[in-house]
């Protein structure tokens, strides 16, 4: 089963931006639907943004218009560039693919003057 590694996370003050890679440990390309979530202590994961095939996307509406989510198959990679930050944005961040496979560790987003 594939595994992803997140990285990217960081500190940054509100009205930043990061952007947050995820690295699968084997080829994406025939993996037809992904996905960015989010987690904050005491509360369920949640999705951020998902993608079908390559270019097809959809935001929740909390971050749509700030986030953009994109995939980079020959790079086993899928990114989320994430801008004007505000603290509620504060979470853990992972990738993974729909149906899920094993979760990674996440990248850690601190937003906060």
């Known amino acids: 089963q594939v595994q992803f590694v997140e990285s990217g996370g960081g500190s940054v003050q509100p009205g930043g931006s990061l952007r947050l890679s995820c690295v699968a440990s084997g080829s994406i390309e025939k993996i037809y639907q992904m996905a960015w979530y989010r987690q904050t202590p005491g509360k369920p994961r949640e999705m951020v943004a998902h993608?079908?095939?390559?270019?097809?996307?959809t935001y929740e509406a909390f971050v749509k218009g700030r986030f953009t989510l994109s995939r980079d198959n020959a790079a086993n990679t899928l990114y989320l560039q994430m801008n004007d930050l505000g603290p509620e944005d504060t979470a853990v961040y992972y990738c993974?693919?729909?149906?899920?496979?094993?979760w990674g560790q996440g990248t850690h987003v601190t937003v906060s003057s």
């Open positions: 993974n693919s729909i149906p899920f496979a094993n």
């Open positions: 993608i079908y095939g390559t270019t097809q996307t």
